[in-house]
């Protein structure tokens, strides 16, 4: 193993040894200590300024979405192995019993339940969408949301949970206005990331389609340029973290939810969203557990 | 259809023809509008004042957990009814295929699915308890956490959602230092939402166990008093809705984690927890949609 590997082992190690997180003895699902807690309001207080400055609109959704919605947007089509579908228990006395049995055994509850009404939510921008059919405002719209959200992808990187924030912003307009406003924000991006002190690259990007038939899509998604990341440098250069991304969905959304213009013609709309679990993993390999011995910029910048 | 039940359902479709809470085509499913983002702050900021004058400690859980805590703690025994396990797709390019047929005629996805290792959050403190096993402190400890809960209990009562915020607090301690907590939080508790303008009754209660094995329990619970609510009348005097509780579960967290004083002994837990969405919904009903013209003292109590 190399040195930079052995380093990297030992800081996730120290996470939890120093109870900065806490294991749950499931990959991907960790909890935050009141230090974690603290980084993470501020974190978000610096985003708030941002969204003021723009005078976004805050909206919030819970972290459970209804069936149709995945089914609308094609999210079983294009992504079905990060999804979470969610079940309960509809039976009677009797059958409680066998259920009982089963979890007693240990064994695979899944005959005792059957499929809800909803799933969890996979971004926290999905379920506005269709709140925004209709007419937008002259001049479009935009809105900040930020949630917990689900991807089944296991993983013992402390910056991939399965469960975890995504702070939004979405901006519905003419795809002048769009593309302008996503345009503004790589620069920005960038900029508001490296005033945290992080080692940041932008680059294009794709979504991780599933299987063969996704292949097409993510090369597609690279060629038109629909989506930037903002890679951070966690686990060394040559396998940096994407933290932030840039997200162009054209008339994507529009069409499926009806999303006009003022003037009735198809809306664009675009996102970009701030990995809020992965800064902070990056904040702390960055600068330290200490969170008073950070630069002073660092510091400033979060209001700390 | 009596006057006052015509009145409440009018006051139901405003809260969605006003725009202050969003429909998702699922019942127990809701977003939040900006006006709706402000006041659930203040109502999170009203209870950190309480917090912070306490000394507890913030920490943060995802709205996910491990299936084994349900089944450590019992859940599926006594509340499978209100459970969500979460399902993914784990096939390959074949098995999407038929997915993508089934998802494409909206039919049951779940043959396609398998269990994952992770289930919905159904209280905010449960994933707490596994993290305090070993000794506490001496004089035990007070933590402060907030989470979206889940509980499958589709409704059209906006009181009563599928997906929802409980802000907690936990003690910890000696059996006396954790009945003191309690008790203290019964009058605190009782003052801080009339605070606010509610109409609020104290009631012994019982959780919704179970089927017949259910109604033992539940009995008990009343008899031994572990649960406290405070009613508030949002729908009528004669059908009040639970807005906070109290709950004292002598050892039963500690048992099965582990936790002990410092001194070596059983420790005990208790906690508190508001309805965040409960409360808003409470404050709308009694005091109106303008929160500009609400009265001064309740505006206040909320620095909004």
Chains 1, 2 share one sequence.
């Not at 809105?143 to 979405?170: G, W």
């Not at 940096?240 to 664009?268: E, K, V």
Request: contains cysteine; aromatic residues 8%.
């Amino acid at each position: 193993m190399s040195d930079l590997n052995t380093q990297h082992l030992a800081f996730k190690q120290q996470l939890f040894d120093h109870k900065l997180l806490f294991g749950s003895g499931v990959n991907g699902i960790v909890g935050r200590s009141s230090k974690i807690v603290e980084l993470v309001a501020a974190l978000h207080g610096m985003v708030d300024k941002e969204s003021v400055k723009d005078g976004a609109q805050k909206v919030a959704f819970p972290p459970v979405v209804p069936r149709e919605l995945l089914r609308t947007v094609g999210y079983m089509n294009n992504f079905p192995q990060l999804s979470g579908s969610i079940h309960s228990f509809s039976g009677d006395d009797r059958q409680h019993l066998a259920l009982q049995e089963t979890v007693k055994n240990g064994e695979d509850w899944s005959p005792h339940l059957s499929q809800t009404d909803v799933t969890l939510t996979p971004a926290s921008c999905y379920p506005l969408y269709p709140t925004l059919a209709g007419n937008l405002p002259e001049g479009g719209a935009l809105f900040d949301l930020n949630c917990y959200c689900f991807r089944h992808e296991p993983s013992n990187d402390p910056a991939r949970l399965m469960s975890f924030e995504i702070r939004e912003n979405v901006r519905a307009g003419s795809p002048e206005e769009v593309q302008k406003w996503r345009h503004s924000w790589l620069d920005r991006g960038h900029n508001l990331l490296e005033s945290l002190g992080l080692s940041v690259v932008l680059d294009t990007a794709s979504d991780p389609f599933f299987g063969r038939g996704g292949r097409m899509m993510k090369a597609s998604q690279k060629e038109l340029e629909l989506k930037f990341e903002l890679l951070v440098d966690i686990w060394g250069k040559d396998n940096p973290t994407a933290c932030a991304s840039f997200n162009y969905h054209q008339d994507h959304f529009s069409h499926l939810f009806g999303i006009h213009l003022a003037d009735g013609a198809d809306a664009h709309t675009a996102c970009l969203g701030f990995g809020i679990d992965r800064l902070v993993i990056a904040l702390l390999k960055t600068h330290g557990f200490d969170m008073n011995a950070w630069p002073a910029s660092v510091r400033e910048k979060l209001a700390l």
